[in-house]
């Protein structure tokens, strides 16, 4: 056995027919997915976590990089905003990966991912502010 | 690239573990440019902004070190018709996410 398998706590877990403790509480039990669909979930979570680091990015460069176009408490807002909205995504994602495993072994219909049309209303509100206080800062 | 590890070929046509790995790839040059934007802030907040800039760097360190096992695992996870779940690989990111905005906000806060 290939000792360095289990070292890093971001590689796989074992592959072979005994499902590791973490599964058996994380995951009801059901049949094993297509392993193609647990790739895809896989893929999917990533992405949702890159949306999340671009949020905390866009929250470091608010806060850094608009010294002088907003008042102190306009930019502190925006940041805080920012990255929570970040942090909430990156918890969102690993919610969203443990429910979506669960409905592929139990045969269910996939669930709605909330945070969807959260991001979408949110993302116009901040646009349409940004754009309120730039007109009103000319 | 280098020849593909031994034994770990598999007959997917959709290429599920190479695009899996490259998502893997994606996320850790995400982290990446998010840490040097956390380097950047130190000119604003001094040295307090390089702990999540450390953070970013070892989590991206982390998947690289794994990248070759997680391409082996998937590849034989295809061929073998079954492959476990990683919830280790999927908290370890979500919690190292969330800490990295974490202490983004206390930057922000305290700064």
Known sequence: MNTSEESSPLSDSDSGDTPMATQRGLF??????????????????LSWIRTALAFVAGGIAVEAFTQDLFPVTVRQGLAVILLLLGM??????????VRVENAMRTHRALPIPLIVPIISIVSALAAGALALVIALAV | MSHPPEG???????????????????????????????????DVHGL???TPFLVCLLVSLLIHLSQRTRHQRASRGIRDERINANPRAVG???????????????????G
């Open chain 1, 28 to 45: 009801r039990a059901g049949d094993d997915p297509d392993p193609r669909f647990t790739l895809a979930n896989e893929r999917t979570f």
């Open chain 1, 88 to 97: 909430l995504l990156a918890g969102g994602a690993a919610v969203r990966w």
């Open chain 2, 8 to 42: 770990a070929s598999h007959q997917d046509p959709g290429l599920q573990p190479e695009r899996t790995t490259l998502a893997w790839i994606r996320t850790m040059l995400a982290l990446l440019v998010t840490s040097s934007l956390f380097l950047r802030w130190a």
């Open chain 2, 48 to 50: 307090i902004a390089v």
């Open chain 2, 92 to 110: 370890t990111l979500a919690l190292a996410s969330i800490t990295i905005s974490a202490l983004g906000l206390l930057v922000v806060l305290i």
